[in-house]
């Protein structure tokens, strides 16, 4: 699991360095991404579990990482992200 940590470091330095140079597009990217998995009609985990499938379809090893690793801090099951 050290690469998927190591990819979703990387990941978020990055986007550190988004905020250093572009800080309003930085913003409006963590008001958005936060809006979209705040707990509404569907919960947190829910929606990462979503995301996880979308980042599988799409064939986006990151973005899968990411969202599985989210998902498991949401409670999401071993079972529940397998039936992914």
């Known amino acids: 699991m050290e690469l998927?940590?190591?990819k979703i470091a990387a990941y978020k330095n990055e986007i550190?360095?988004?905020k250093h140079t572009m800080p309003k597009m930085a913003e409006a990217y963590h008001e958005?991404?936060?809006a979209c998995f705040r707990d509404g009609e569907l919960d947190e985990k829910?929606?990462?579990l979503?995301?996880?499938g979308i980042g599988?379809?799409?064939n986006n090893?990151?973005?899968t990482f990411y969202h599985m690793d989210e998902a498991r801090a949401k409670g999401a099951t071993d079972a529940e992200i397998m039936e992914q």
Request: proline content about 0%; overall charge negative.
């Open 61 to 63: 090893e990151l973005c």
């Open 16 to 18: 550190l360095n988004l």
């Open 50 to 52: 979503i995301a996880l």
């Open 56 to 58: 599988l379809f799409a």
């Open 32 to 34: 958005f991404t936060g």
């Open 4 to 6: 998927s940590h190591d």
């Open 46 to 48: 829910t929606k990462q």
